[in-house]
């Protein structure tokens, strides 16, 4: 079955202090996966994917397949990263690109 | 990338109506929609793929007598909650994906069911 598992509700951290958000995916084949981020009063959107190997805003993420897990970093936190992020998986081959979501991790950076 | 907008953005509704929510898709044409309900302070769930001038692919567990979708052109899907009662009460999103990459997101509907 299909699923990622976003481990923790809530990070706070320091502003200038390293972030780590967890995400890990249970997948059969090989999924496309997704960081989107909602900041506060906007509407979702798409921070970065896996098949780019970019980074967007500072933050980075690396595909481990061995270990099934797309974690989001970022090495110096911002207070403007202050948001919610999903981590999101889609499959190849199927008809549609529907995405499926975890749960969401609310990072707070305090300044 | 493409613009998506939803209306209304909130709604309040009377136990036992139904309410239809718009998503337009206002630069791009898009064959496939998706519609996901958001629960406060959880994830986001997909509901159904609305697919224009055929039927929706609704999820496993979802409703599709109670949650009607009709994408009657390319550029919007509708969401009609039928007879809606309080634990209807959501955020409902859509999103229009982009080539095999990239989905955009409306802005969500807020739908409370008094």
């Known amino acids: 079955a299909q699923r990622v598992t976003q481990p923790e509700k809530l990070l706070s951290v320091f502003k200038g202090a390293p972030v780590e958000l967890k995400c890990n995916y249970s997948?059969?084949?090989?999924?496309?996966l997704f960081w989107y981020v909602q900041y506060s009063r906007q509407r979702l959107q798409l921070l970065l994917r896996?098949?780019s190997r970019e980074s967007i805003k500072g933050f980075t993420a690396d595909l481990n397949k061995g270990e099934t897990s797309f974690h989001l970093k970022k090495p110096f936190a911002q207070e403007e990263d202050s948001a919610m992020y999903y981590c999101?998986?889609?499959?190849?081959?199927?008809?549609?690109?529907?995405?499926?979501f975890g749960t969401g991790t609310l990072l707070a950076v305090q300044p | 990338g493409a613009v998506v907008s939803q209306h209304p953005s909130w709604v309040i509704c009377k136990s036992g109506t139904s309410v239809k929510i718009e998503c337009r898709s206002l630069?791009?044409?898009?064959?496939?929609m998706f519609w996901y309900r958001q629960f406060p302070k959880q994830s986001l769930m997909l509901m159904a793929t609305?697919?224009?001038?055929?039927?929706?692919?609704?999820e496993q567990g979802v409703e599709k007598d109670k949650f009607l979708i009709n994408h009657a052109s390319l550029t919007l899907s509708t969401l009609t909650v039928t007879s809606a009662h309080p634990e209807d009460s959501s955020f409902y999103i859509c999103?229009?994906?982009?080539?095999?990459?990239?989905?955009?997101f409306g802005q969500g509907t807020r739908l409370t069911v008094v």
């Open positions: 630069d791009f044409q898009a064959t496939t």
């Open positions: 997948y059969s084949g090989s999924p496309e």
């Open positions: 999103s229009v994906g982009v080539g095999s990459t990239e989905a955009f």
């Open positions: 896996h098949i």
């Open positions: 999101a998986l889609r499959g190849y081959g199927g008809a549609t690109n529907k995405l499926i």
């Open positions: 609305s697919n224009e001038g055929s039927k929706a692919t609704y």
